[in-house]
């Protein structure tokens, strides 16, 4: 498996982004990244410049769309140009089973952002009918995404669907429309990348998002492994354990693998690092990270789980803030 930082919401001139998509891969690769989704709204006009921008900067471009419409904002990645015009509030699910029908997902894009008059159609009004057909959600959004108010709500929103019982992915986007030196961060979304030997390719990138190989990220990356006999599962995997009063134990060991971007160092105060294992059960448990520590193993039943995932919380610009997340892993009762 191969761990690469992507920016997943992007705009060029071919939409209302102001830089060309030749220099937000020059920036991009400055920022440390390995890919971007060019999601300009209605249009995939822009990947005419692809192959040239990548050739000359290293950056993967995946092609997308941001369905920008009255009620609602949808990423599309994978596939060129899907029809959204004949879309209402209540049918949703025609569009998104043309991208499906492609090869392609789909992603809400800031759910809880203001909507109009202040930006038409940012806030999610489409009604879902099976959350089952929605692959991923944006629960971090535009540079400082800890900070936002508004992300906490989609956050708490993609919490209650895993609860559900809703496998759903979360990732950043910094909804980038232009560049200045004055930027805040923005987050990283790692993809996990099944036998990447060369530049990451769209299908690569499109498995590893509906299958929630993701680690979002201010700057360390959250690698986790869970144990159960002799088996090991990873992000975005499901877990077989016993019934309960059999052997349902399993550990799991989580590592901190810091950035080696200059701006996205470790800040550290007297509170340190905080590890917080997170479940359909609520908080599990959480450890203080040592000064130097990188790794800790936590053992545990899998009774009753639906998902565990991970959280790192630590300084950010000075303040106490959630650093990374992991996407879950997800359990299930073994059949004998």
Same mark, same amino acid.
């Given at each position: 498996?191969?761990?690469?930082?992507?920016?997943?919401?992007?705009?060029t001139?071919?939409?209302?982004?102001?830089?060309?998509?030749?220099?937000?891969?020059?920036?991009?690769?400055?920022?440390?990244l390995?890919?971007?989704?060019?999601?300009?709204?209605?249009?995939?006009?822009?990947?005419?410049?692809?192959?040239?921008?990548t050739?000359?900067?290293?950056?993967?471009?995946?092609?997308g769309?941001?369905?920008?419409?009255?009620?609602?904002?949808?990423?599309?990645?994978?596939?060129?140009?899907s029809?959204?015009?004949?879309?209402?509030?209540?049918?949703?699910?025609?569009?998104?089973?043309?991208?499906?029908?492609?090869?392609?997902i789909?992603?809400i894009?800031?759910?809880?952002?203001?909507?109009s008059?202040?930006c038409?159609?940012?806030?999610?009004?489409?009604?879902?009918?099976?959350?089952?057909?929605?692959?991923?959600?944006?629960?971090?959004?535009?540079?400082?995404?800890?900070m936002?108010?508004?992300?906490?709500?989609?956050?708490?929103?993609?919490?209650?669907? !895993?609860n559900?019982?809703?496998?759903? &992915?979360?990732?950043? +986007?910094? #909804?980038?429309?232009?560049? $200045?030196?004055?930027? %805040?961060?923005?987050?990283?979304?790692?993809?996990?990348?099944?036998?990447?030997?060369?530049?990451?390719n769209?299908?690569?990138?499109?498995?590893?998002?509906?299958?929630?190989?993701?680690?979002?990220?201010?700057?360390?990356?959250?690698?986790?492994?869970?144990?159960?006999?002799?088996?090991?599962?990873?992000?975005g995997?499901?877990?077989?354990?016993?019934?309960?009063?059999?052997?349902?134990?399993?550990?799991?060991?989580?590592?901190?693998i810091?950035?080696?971007?200059?701006?996205?160092?470790?800040?550290?105060?007297e509170?340190?690092?905080?590890?917080?294992f997170?479940?359909? !059960?609520?908080e599990?448990?959480r450890? &203080?990270l040592?000064? +130097?520590? #990188?790794?800790?193993?936590? $053992?545990?039943?899998? %009774?009753?789980?639906?998902?565990?995932?991970?959280?790192?919380?630590?300084?950010?610009?000075?303040a106490?803030?959630?650093?990374?997340?992991?996407?879950?892993?997800?359990?299930?009762?073994?059949?004998?």
């Amino acid at each position: 498996m191969k761990w690469l930082p992507f920016e997943l919401h992007t705009h060029t001139p071919h939409s209302d982004g102001t830089h060309t998509l030749l220099e937000m891969c020059i920036k991009a690769r400055e920022l440390g990244l390995s890919g971007i989704a060019l999601t300009d709204h209605n249009t995939t006009s822009g990947m005419v410049d692809a192959a040239s921008a990548t050739e000359e900067t290293g950056i993967s471009i995946i092609p997308g769309l941001e369905w920008t419409t009255f009620y609602g904002h949808m990423l599309t990645l994978g596939v060129p140009y899907s029809e959204w015009r004949d879309l209402g509030p209540s049918d949703i699910h025609k569009g998104v089973d043309r991208v499906h029908e492609q090869g392609g997902i789909v992603g809400i894009a800031h759910p809880f952002s203001l909507g109009s008059p202040i930006c038409t159609g940012c806030h999610w009004e489409y009604v879902v009918k099976d959350w089952n057909d929605i692959d991923y959600m944006e629960v971090w959004h535009e540079t400082l995404p800890p900070m936002r108010n508004h992300n906490a709500p989609a956050f708490e929103q993609w919490t209650n669907l !895993l609860n559900q019982g809703y496998r759903i &992915s979360a990732t950043a +986007g910094r #909804d980038w429309h232009r560049s $200045s030196e004055e930027d %805040d961060l923005p987050a990283y979304t790692y993809l996990g990348l099944e036998n990447e030997d060369g530049m990451p390719n769209t299908e690569s990138v499109v498995d590893a998002i509906s299958s929630g190989r993701i680690c979002v990220s201010m700057g360390p990356r959250l690698e986790l492994q869970v144990e159960r006999g002799v088996n090991r599962y990873g992000i975005g995997d499901m877990v077989e354990v016993e019934t309960p009063g059999e052997n349902g134990n399993c550990k799991m060991t989580v590592r901190v693998i810091p950035s080696d971007h200059p701006d996205r160092q470790l800040e550290t105060d007297e509170q340190g690092l905080m590890i917080i294992f997170e479940s359909n !059960l609520g908080e599990l448990t959480r450890y &203080s990270l040592a000064e +130097g520590q #990188d790794e800790i193993h936590h $053992s545990f039943r899998g %009774d009753g789980l639906l998902w565990m995932r991970v959280r790192l919380n630590g300084m950010l610009n000075g303040a106490l803030s959630t650093l990374a997340f992991t996407n879950p892993v997800y359990f299930k009762e073994a059949i004998h």
